[in-house]
């Protein structure tokens, strides 16, 4: 593979990917906002230190293709870059994705990706397992000329799900529903299980634990390489649904199990494979058994002796971790956790090293901190504290590093603003005082915005991704205290930028609060149309999610970390409207008291709060308080078609995409997490159901939806057209044949997607034609 002359940066490397590009006034257009290059400039998606620090790996799309993807480096001692794989020499002509591997890419919200999408690091940084095509391949970065590539899977049934064992001597990864590894010493292939097929699969994570429990894999080496503890899933208790995936020429009956709400789960069983020179001895742990609750978390002790389990009950009020001795299968209970809500699982769980003890985070203070315990579950003290969270970027685990040496945990979090993300660090030792432990924290990046951190394993060294509404994100390499050792990606706005030609017709984010009734704080942000006249009157689109675990009101980069949400807020400003986006109560990352106001009423409280936010746009001089619109998908679906129903005087029209109607047909974790079940709570669900209000419809609505959509279900939106139907009442639809739920991401869907939007608010908010039958 070619590399770059000594010296040169990814940027200058980059930069000649991108066409220059004269600066003019331009306004976006919809087809722009997919074509290459992106139009967020040269980002590095997903980039990460090798384990030794000596080199940032991420993967880069192609300057004809930006959403295929290539792994590419950066030398943190030279400061060169160079292409490591190509995914088009590995594999010129890409297969259709097996469906084991579309359900995850689905999961993963990355099935509008191509090339390489995931990858993995051997312990001693020397090699990358790459699965592309259904197959894995081995690369080896040491060879001086010609790196090696050894093919390691050559099979009709997909592998997916794979990785090196701790130190390297395996790979692992599943097959048709079974366990199995590769030793890479003699290249014997071996299956742990056997016994997976139909509705029993080995060491997969089940739909609800990658849908909704933020857990990919069902399968756990110990850090000795000795032993796997994996799952053994039993489909056979879920209902299983009749659902008809339609197709432009065909139509897919599908017999999916989906546990809806209040209907049982899957039975989720542990065992660990322990290799001997006998073979492999194979034993069950039943008390990491969850009954009808939820095997939530596996990892290892550092001594592999034990496992530490999380265990979640049904209700999802109560949380417990469990040491389990693997001699005895003895459990110790080492934290508890409790809620009059909901308990929101996370992987902070982090086992030093140089002491006995381990990080736990937990927002029992209605906040998320962190916490270190020692090995017997005894509390040392609080590591951080306040009225703020400890938060990733988008939810996703915060504690960055650990520097056992200096006594030092880093983490993201957002302790200065909900609006932003910084990287902070605290000390391992000290007070249990809260003045004081508050007083240790220290801020380590300066710049207002949005800050995602990824750190070397030792905590040395940090990749930092900046952007604001106004910058684009760009990526520096810095030491751990925050001196700056190269901009990688600098991603200057200038002529020659992708987004150039449109920098002049790009309008300001503003952003304000307003007060909920409860009197809490609701963040909104406003940009306001192209060529804006105070002494006119516009109309507004409220840009709506308003779920639990999401934050759309952000100082950051609209177009960034993933999406084209932030680039049709753009386009729609420049097409003459105000947007508008508010995160009501229940939304993500502002405690519980926030977040759980929702709780066992969802489609209430937050519609009260978007109704508030409308409220405040009335009382501006140049909003038209006659055409007001509302878009969202998925959740924010819901809450467009809410929105209509519950307060129809105060939106004109509204755009629901792939939207819940009634949280029954939706699934258990998620739905109970917030409702209870249907028999718990009935009134609830009768009062969150779409259906319910239909009568109160009066403006205009079109709900756009994938005909082939397996977390939401296309039952969702036929149940809300049939009462329509017998309620007279007029509505449009827009159905994708053969899409999922991300349809508005993928390039041959997404601008037929947003342009039938736009043309929808163009004639109900613009021309104000009446509404189609």
Not at 143 to 167: G, M, Q
Not at 260 to 269: E, S
Not at 349 to 367: D, H
Request: proline letters at 5%; aromatic letters at 10%; hydrophobic letters at 35%.
């Amino acid at each position: 593979m070619p590399t770059t002359r000594a010296g040169r940066s990814i940027w200058a490397l980059l930069a000649g990917l991108l066409p220059f590009t004269s600066f003019a006034a331009e306004s976006l257009t919809i087809e722009r906002i997919f074509a290459a290059p992106d139009l967020s400039g040269a980002s590095l998606r997903g980039a990460r230190f090798s384990p030794d620090g000596k080199l940032v790996t991420y993967l880069q799309g192609k300057a004809t293709n930006k959403d295929r993807l290539d792994i590419w480096a950066y030398d943190t001692t030279r400061r060169q870059s160079r292409l490591l794989v190509d995914s088009a020499a590995l594999v010129p002509q890409e297969a259709a994705l097996s469906p084991e591997e579309e359900a995850r890419r689905e999961r993963a919200r990355t099935s509008s990706l191509s090339g390489i999408v995931e990858y993995d690091f051997s312990a001693d940084s020397r090699r990358l397992l790459i699965p592309l095509n259904g197959d894995l391949y081995l690369y080896d970065l040491t060879a001086a000329a010609d790196r090696v590539v050894r093919r390691l899977t050559d099979t009709a049934a997909a592998e997916t799900d794979a990785r090196f064992s701790p130190r390297g001597r395996y790979v692992s990864f599943v097959r048709e529903q079974n366990l199995y590894i590769v030793d890479l010493i003699s290249g014997e292939e071996r299956a742990i299980t056997q016994d997976g097929a139909g509705l029993i699969s080995f060491g997969v994570a089940e739909f609800i634990a990658q849908e909704e429990m933020d857990r990919s894999t069902g399968y756990w080496w110990s850090p000795d390489e000795t032993k796997i503890a994996y799952t053994r899933v039993d489909e056979s208790p879920v209902d299983e649904v009749e659902r008809f995936e339609i197709y432009a020429e065909t139509v897919k009956v599908i017999r999916q199990r989906y546990p809806a709400a209040g209907r049982a789960n899957a039975k989720v069983d542990l065992f660990v494979a322990t290799f001997t020179t006998r073979g492999i001895e194979v034993r069950e742990l039943p008390a990491a058994a969850a009954g009808d609750g939820y095997l939530a978390r596996v990892n290892w002790l550092p001594d592999s002796r034990s496992l530490a389990v999380q265990r979640q009950a049904r209700d999802q009020q109560f949380l417990e971790l469990l040491r389990i001795d693997l001699e005895s299968g003895v459990a110790t209970r080492l934290v508890e956790e409790r809620s009059n809500t909901w308990i929101d699982l996370y992987d902070e769980l982090t086992f030093l090293k140089s002491q006995q003890a381990f990080i736990w985070a937990s927002a029992r203070s209605g906040y998320k901190h962190l916490y270190l315990y020692d090995l017997d579950g005894r509390l040392i003290r609080p590591l951080t504290s306040g009225n703020w969270m400890v938060v990733g970027d988008a939810g996703e685990r915060a504690v960055e590093a650990v520097d056992e040496q200096r006594g030092l945990v880093y983490f993201t979090a957002n302790r200065d603003t909900p609006l932003e993300r910084h990287l902070y660090s605290a000390p391992l030792d000290g007070s249990s005082d809260p003045g004081e432990i508050e007083r240790r924290i220290r801020r380590l990046s300066t710049t207002a915005g949005w800050h995602s951190s990824a750190l070397s394993s030792n905590g040395r060294l940090w990749l930092d991704t900046y952007s604001s509404p106004d910058t684009p994100p760009s990526l520096t390499l810095r030491r751990s205290d925050g001196r700056m050792i190269d901009a990688l990606v600098p991603n200057t706005l200038d002529a020659s930028h992708p987004y150039g030609a449109y920098r002049a017709a790009h309008q300001r984010t503003e952003f304000g609060t307003l007060r909920a009734d409860d009197g809490q704080i609701l963040h909104y942000q406003l940009i306001k149309p192209i060529n804006f006249d105070p002494g006119k009157r516009y109309p507004v689109i409220v840009d709506v999610y308003g779920g639990p675990g999401n934050q759309r009101v952000r100082n950051a980069w609209g177009g960034f970390p993933r999406g084209n949400e932030g680039f049709f807020r753009q386009y729609l400003a420049q097409q003459g409207y105000l947007v508008f986006t508010l995160d009501n109560r229940g939304s993500g990352f502002r405690g519980t008291a926030f977040e759980g106001a929702l709780y066992r009423r969802m489609g209430s409280i937050e519609i009260e709060d978007q109704v508030r936010g409308v409220e405040f746009l009335r009382g501006l001089p140049y909003v038209d308080a006659s055409r007001v619109g509302v878009f969202g998908w998925s959740y924010g679906g819901y809450m467009a078609l809410m929105a209509m129903v519950r307060a129809p005087d105060y939106f004109t029209a509204g755009v629901a995409g792939a939207p819940v109607t009634d949280w029954r047909l939706y699934d258990t974790h998620y739905t109970e997490r917030f409702m209870r079940t249907p028999t718990d709570n009935a009134e609830g669900y009768r009062d969150g159901m779409v259906m319910t209000h239909a009568q109160q419809l009066r403006g205009c609505v079109l709900v756009m939806h994938g005909m082939a959509d397996d977390n939401v279900l296309f039952t969702h939106s036929t149940a809300l057209f049939k009462t329509l139907q017998d309620l007279r009442k007029p509505f449009e639809v827009m159905p994708y044949p053969g899409s999922k739920h991300a349809l508005m991401r993928f390039p041959n869907t997404g601008p037929h997607g947003y342009e039938t939007v736009a043309r929808f608010f163009a004639r109900t908010l613009q021309e104000r034609t009446p509404c189609r039958p």
